[in-house]
């Protein structure tokens, strides 16, 4: 079970689909692995349908995203080894990527193939692979680390999010798992370390997320006032 969540405010916009597409992929990763967020999505989803006609969705800024479907998917309680993946091909991510990712990666680089990705050196022991990127530098990026490597002490152009698909590391916070999200603020530094034993690979976007602020605040607001 993964003791680090992504926050109420992202589950809610989420929900919602008021949430910018890198974001959205990762939460919809971390949901495979935690029912309790999907429970929270869940409820975040039913108060929203109840006011949708109170809201000015426009205003809020949902945009159609073709990752919706396979986000959607991912919000049942199916475990995702449940779900098919026949119309994918096999590939080595196949065996530990929650489906929605899978997908991604497979629309975005046309594999499944962690060894066919395109990838980058990014330090010793370190490389990542870039699934998208848009023009204000915020990216979706698949990290891959071998066990014992350290990174350099870093900060952030923007606030950074991490979930984890395979391995552990480590920063002056905490321990990070399977299926953890980590958000490090703008402002942070840190010196991620990777756990001996085995190869950590996780998935890492950039951007400060393009979260409308208070969403979650004005549906209560809505609800108090109702
Ligand atoms: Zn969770």
Redesign the pocket.
Known sequence: M?R???TDDWLANYANDAIDRQTAVLVAT??T??P???K?VRYFEEIGGALLDEIDIDAIGASADPFEFEATAANDLTPPADEGQSDLPNGSMNEFVPRPLLRYVFDRLGTTDLEALPWKFYGPGIRRAVLFENADGGAIRILRAQPGAVFPHHGHGSEELTVVLKGAYRDETDRFDV?D?QCVPEAVKHQPIIENGEECIALVVSEKPTIPTGLVARLFQRIAGA
């Open positions: 993964a680090y969540h992504p971390h949901l692995y935690c309790q967020c999907r929270t299926g999200v």
